[in-house]
């Protein structure tokens, strides 16, 4: 089993910066990729970032430029940066993880935080 528990959100004017953390413990296995989705209140959940082991790192067209994801791999930690933020990007957003890269792409893990709000101010 792998608990994943994110912190840092909150209320920010738009313009504004937030970072956001997670944290996995417990895990038996290798955590190779680990990624962060949110999901708008009426939307769909989509992926925002992601990021390998290797580094490999990828975004959505919607928050390049602005987000940086970064991860601690000694710490099982993930980390996202998030600058100039807008409107659109208040959600309640997920840390997930899973020793398959493909899972956390496809959103299909079972290895979840409990999210945390980002809400933007406009």
């Known amino acids: 089993q792998v608990q994943l528990v994110e912190s840092g959100g909150g209320l920010v004017q738009a313009g504004g910066s937030l970072r956001l953390s997670c944290a996995a413990s417990?895990?038996?296995?290798?955590?190779?990729?680990m990624g962060w989705y949110r999901q708008a209140p009426g939307k769909q959940r989509e992926l925002v970032a992601y990021i390998t082991n290797g580094g490999t790192t990828n975004y959505a067209d919607s928050v390049k430029g602005r987000f940086t994801i970064s991860s601690d791999n000694a710490k099982n930690t993930v980390l996202l940066q998030m600058k100039s933020l807008q409107s659109e990007d208040t959600a309640v957003y997920y840390c997930?993880?899973?020793?398959?890269?493909?899972?956390?792409?496809?959103?299909?893990?079972?290895?979840w935080g409990q999210g945390t709000q980002v809400t933007v101010s406009s």
């Open positions: 997930c993880a899973d020793t398959i890269l493909a899972r956390v792409i496809r959103g299909t893990t079972d290895y």
């Open positions: 417990g895990s038996r296995f290798r955590i190779n990729a």
